[in-house]
């Protein structure tokens, strides 16, 4: 395949509105290929519109927009043979009474070279579901199943809206496999989750956007300057609990050590988290 | 046509495989349409023999009463309910469907894949063919058993019957592709769909012979395709002479046509006009 577009998904200076709202206020984004991109946000952000503009639901007002290096606004069938959806909410699928296999199948005939449909059922972990009909499936297992029509195409650019709201812990964690699996195999992936450590945990790269607009970029582990914040020692001291904020976390744990002659009673050092961060940069503007 | 699977390798080994066309993605809609339907026991048990239902009660209310020139009361109603079940199948259940899966995000779903849009019609008109088939044979049967309704006696009935059958199919299939974007959700499709059916179907010789139905009133079924529907089907089942009981003194089988095909045609403006594939929310 020839790569004549670095960029899976490019967006310059995207506008939405929505009557007097303005949904989506200058949006930036670039996603490169084969890279895990997390859209972060509270409700009301603008995520669902930024994604619905890429995946050619909506029409947008401004701004431009390249997504497999097509406008998704004029893009037809041989665009979308490349991209999977997964939308926000689940839903019953087609029809409670086909089964998982059927579905699956279905959809993989609208594609021109699908993957093969046990096999993708077998990656989201249905196999033992294959022949139940869609009505006997939990709500967990129809959103994975959402997940298999959605990557049944093959394509090179997945979009996730909300994957795992709803899902219990160990669920949640299963899907994540799926993701770095998917990821491993080349696929971009852009993601929205209002869940940080989701993010943390499957995104290359992050970004936090807030009343239609972006406010941060980068790796879950620098974005908003994280990575440089001071950190906060806390230890142990006669029966009370000591703490000072340094940006020479190493150096304060030395002394420290040389203090009490070898371990340091409680010692804690800690960064701010992703979701203070996060907080930080949608609280400010709120 | 290559219908079964190319093989895989080869079909990945292209760099451009070809994108299935819209007939043979619709023929695989078909399927899943069908089965989706008819594994829904209880919903294909009312659609199917509602018709004959009503068929053994009206015929056993209305047993004594003649509508004259010996016609038969289990042949009118048969005639009447041929025609409320094609708009029954057709108009309403696909109106309905329709809704309920722009309602769930289903229709979105598929808009958001390669699929045809003209793929998803040819499901829907697929199965829309083979429920009216189905239930128009059933009601047919039961009204040879109970009702002594007759089979068209001769070549031209058969062709008046097959015509107007799929001409009227054909009308209320696109007027229910168009009713399915007005209701707002799927809650709300139920009476904005139905009413104006359950209206149509005593005022246009479905449940209440023609004849018995007020003046103002037949004026006002007159604007719609059911009457000229039901009318047809008289003219398919019914004596000769029973013409002379219609308003016009007879079956008007060119009216028919064209009324049913201006409908057809004010219908496939709308659908082309109004089909959302998304909720009204959903921009």
Same mark, same amino acid.
């Given at each position: 395949?020839?790569?004549?577009?670095?960029?899976?998904?490019?967006?310059?200076?995207?506008?939405?509105?929505?009557?007097?709202?303005?949904?989506?206020?200058?949006?930036?984004?670039?996603?490169?290929?084969?890279?895990?991109?997390?859209?972060?946000?509270?409700?009301?952000?603008?995520?669902?519109?930024?994604?619905?503009?890429?995946?050619?639901?909506?029409?947008?007002?401004?701004?431009?927009?390249?997504?497999?290096?097509?406008?998704?606004?004029?893009?037809?069938? @041989?665009? +979308? !043979?490349?991209?999977?959806?997964?939308?926000? &909410?689940?839903?019953? %699928?087609?029809?409670?009474? #086909? /089964?998982?296999?059927?579905?699956?199948?279905?959809?993989?005939?609208?594609?021109?070279?699908?993957?093969?449909?046990?096999?993708?059922?077998?990656?989201?972990?249905?196999?033992?579901?294959?022949?139940?009909?869609?009505?006997?499936?939990?709500?967990?297992?129809?959103?994975?199943?959402?997940?298999?029509?959605?990557?049944?195409?093959?394509?090179?650019?997945?979009?996730?809206?909300?994957?795992?709201?709803?899902?219990?812990?160990? @669920?949640? +964690? !299963?899907?994540?496999?799926?993701?770095?699996? &998917?990821?491993?195999? %080349?696929?971009?992936?852009? #993601? /929205?989750?209002?869940?940080?450590?989701?993010?943390?945990?499957?995104?290359?790269?992050?970004?936090?956007?807030?009343?239609?607009?972006?406010?941060?970029?980068?790796?879950?582990?620098?974005?908003?300057?994280?990575?440089?914040?001071?950190?906060?020692?806390?230890?142990?001291?006669?029966?009370?609990?000591?703490?000072?904020?340094?940006?020479?976390?190493?150096?304060?744990?030395?002394?420290?050590?040389?203090?009490?002659?070898?371990?340091?009673?409680?010692?804690?050092?800690?960064?701010?988290?992703?979701?203070?961060?996060?907080?930080?940069?949608?609280?400010?503007?709120? | 046509?290559?219908?079964?699977?190319?093989?895989?390798?080869?079909?990945?080994?292209?760099?451009?495989?070809?994108?299935?066309?819209?007939?043979?993605?619709?023929?695989?809609?078909?399927?899943?349409?069908?089965?989706?339907?008819?594994?829904?026991?209880?919903?294909?048990?009312?659609?199917?023999?509602?018709?004959?239902?009503?068929?053994?009660?009206?015929?056993?209310?209305?047993?004594?009463?003649?509508?004259?020139?010996?016609?038969?009361?289990?042949?009118?109603?048969?005639?009447?309910?041929?025609?409320?079940?094609?708009?029954?199948?057709?108009?309403?259940?696909?109106?309905?469907?329709?809704?309920?899966?722009?309602?769930?995000?289903?229709?979105?779903?598929?808009?958001?894949?390669?699929?045809?849009?003209?793929?998803?019609?040819?499901?829907?008109?697929?199965?829309?063919?083979?429920?009216?088939?189905?239930?128009?044979?059933?009601?047919?049967?039961?009204?040879?058993?109970?009702?002594?309704?007759?089979?068209?006696?001769?070549?031209?009935?058969?062709?008046?019957?097959?015509?107007?059958?799929?001409?009227?199919?054909?009308?209320?299939?696109?007027?229910?592709?168009?009713?399915?974007?007005?209701?707002?959700?799927?809650?709300?499709?139920?009476?904005?769909?139905?009413?104006?059916?359950?209206?149509?179907?005593?005022?246009?010789?479905?449940?209440?012979?023609?004849?018995?139905?007020?003046?103002?009133?037949?004026?006002?079924?007159?604007?719609?395709?059911?009457?000229?529907?039901?009318?047809?089907?008289?003219?398919?089942?019914?004596?000769?002479?029973?013409?002379?009981?219609?308003?016009?003194?007879?079956?008007?089988?060119?009216?028919?046509?064209?009324?049913?095909?201006?409908?057809?045609?004010?219908?496939?403006?709308?659908?082309?006009?109004?089909?959302?594939?998304?909720?009204?929310?959903?921009?």
């Amino acid at each position: 395949m020839v790569l004549t577009d670095e960029a899976a998904v490019r967006v310059g200076d995207l506008r939405k509105r929505y009557g007097d709202l303005t949904a989506v206020g200058g949006v930036d984004i670039e996603i490169r290929r084969g890279e895990v991109f997390a859209l972060l946000g509270p409700n009301g952000a603008g995520k669902t519109t930024t994604v619905e503009i890429l995946e050619g639901y909506r029409h947008r007002d401004g701004g431009t927009v390249s997504v497999l290096g097509e406008d998704p606004q004029h893009a037809g069938r @041989a665009w +979308r !043979a490349r991209i999977g959806i997964v939308l926000q &909410l689940a839903t019953e %699928g087609e029809s409670a009474e #086909l /089964t998982v296999r059927e579905i699956v199948r279905h959809f993989a005939s609208f594609y021109p070279k699908p993957r093969d449909a046990d096999e993708v059922i077998g990656l989201v972990g249905l196999s033992t579901k294959a022949r139940s009909r869609i009505h006997q499936l939990s709500g967990g297992q129809i959103r994975r199943l959402d997940v298999a029509l959605g990557i049944v195409g093959d394509p090179e650019l997945i979009f996730l809206d909300e994957p795992t709201t709803g899902f219990d812990p160990e @669920a949640r +964690r !299963a899907f994540w496999a799926l993701i770095g699996e &998917l990821s491993g195999s %080349g696929t971009t992936i852009l #993601l /929205t989750t209002h869940y940080l450590d989701e993010a943390e945990a499957l995104a290359d790269r992050v970004a936090v956007i807030a009343d239609g607009r972006i406010r941060a970029t980068g790796t879950p582990a620098e974005l908003g300057g994280r990575d440089a914040r001071a950190a906060t020692v806390t230890w142990q001291d006669d029966g009370e609990r000591r703490s000072t904020q340094t940006s020479e976390p190493t150096r304060v744990v030395a002394e420290l050590g040389a203090r009490y002659g070898g371990e340091v009673p409680g010692l804690t050092v800690t960064r701010p988290s992703l979701e203070d961060v996060y907080l930080e940069l949608i609280g400010g503007q709120q | 046509m290559t219908v079964s699977a190319p093989a895989k390798s080869a079909a990945r080994s292209t760099k451009q495989a070809p994108l299935p066309s819209a007939l043979r993605v619709g023929m695989s809609r078909t399927g899943i349409e069908l089965k989706g339907f008819f594994r829904e026991k209880q919903a294909v048990a009312f659609v199917l023999t509602l018709p004959a239902i009503m068929l053994v009660l009206l015929g056993s209310i209305f047993r004594n009463e003649t509508a004259g020139h010996d016609v038969s009361v289990g042949a009118l109603f048969a005639a009447g309910l041929i025609g409320g079940g094609v708009m029954s199948t057709s108009y309403q259940n696909l109106g309905m469907s329709i809704a309920i899966e722009r309602d769930r995000g289903m229709l979105k779903r598929l808009r958001g894949t390669p699929m045809p849009g003209a793929a998803y019609f040819i499901g829907k008109t697929c199965l829309v063919l083979i429920s009216t088939i189905a239930e128009t044979v059933i009601l047919i049967v039961v009204g040879m058993l109970v009702d002594h309704l007759q089979l068209p006696h001769s070549a031209e009935r058969w062709w008046t019957f097959i015509w107007v059958f799929i001409l009227g199919t054909i009308t209320c299939t696109l007027l229910g592709i168009a009713a399915s974007s007005v209701p707002r959700s799927a809650r709300s499709a139920m009476a904005v769909i139905t009413l104006p059916f359950v209206v149509l179907q005593f005022i246009s010789g479905v449940y209440v012979p023609f004849t018995f139905v007020p003046p103002w009133l037949r004026d006002v079924a007159s604007f719609f395709p059911l009457k000229w529907i039901c009318q047809g089907l008289r003219s398919v089942f019914l004596p000769a002479q029973a013409a002379s009981l219609e308003p016009a003194g007879s079956w008007e089988l060119g009216r028919v046509a064209l009324v049913l095909t201006a409908w057809a045609v004010a219908g496939l403006v709308l659908c082309l006009t109004t089909f959302r594939w998304q909720r009204r929310r959903d921009g």
